[in-house]
């Protein structure tokens, strides 16, 4: 069983940014990604990544603003957020797939998930 940990999240003023880590352990993993859940909305799909590293993909709300990136040999997965918007304020959850390399955008390709850390953006 695959334990997924966030941190790095807080509060932070708009046009800054924050560096969100997922750490990874308990077994191996492959595709990973990135979601957010905003109170009282579905949780959203934000970056995904290969289990090589190639080809992320983005949302179009966070593209050119946000990378996605991992280190297999740390087991950790990262989100760089730049240029913040308070529309980005969310729980932000980091995903794991055990069962594919290709990254997805739905959820339903995820079997290890985080707890979740909290990111809020003020104005």
């Known amino acids: 069983q695959v334990q997924l940990v966030e941190s790095g999240g807080g509060l932070v003023q708009a046009g800054g940014s924050l560096r969100l880590s997922c750490a990874a352990s308990?077994?191996?993993?492959?595709?990973m990604g990135w979601f957010r859940q905003a109170p009282g909305k579905e949780r959203e799909f934000v970056a995904t990544?290969?289990?090589?590293?190639?080809?992320?993909e983005y949302a179009a709300s966070v593209k050119g603003r946000f990378t996605i990136s991992r280190d297999n040999a740390k087991g950790t997965l990262y989100l760089h957020m730049n240029s913040l918007k308070p529309e980005d304020s969310a729980v932000y959850y980091c995903?794991?797939?055990?069962?594919?390399?290709?990254?997805?955008?739905?959820?339903?390709?995820?079997?290890?998930w985080g707890q979740g850390t909290q990111v809020t953006v003020s104005s």
């Open positions: 308990g077994g191996t993993v492959r595709a």
């Open positions: 990544i290969s289990w090589s590293g190639d080809a992320p």
């Open positions: 995903a794991a797939s055990t069962d594919y390399n290709f990254p997805y955008r739905d959820t339903k390709y995820y079997d290890n």
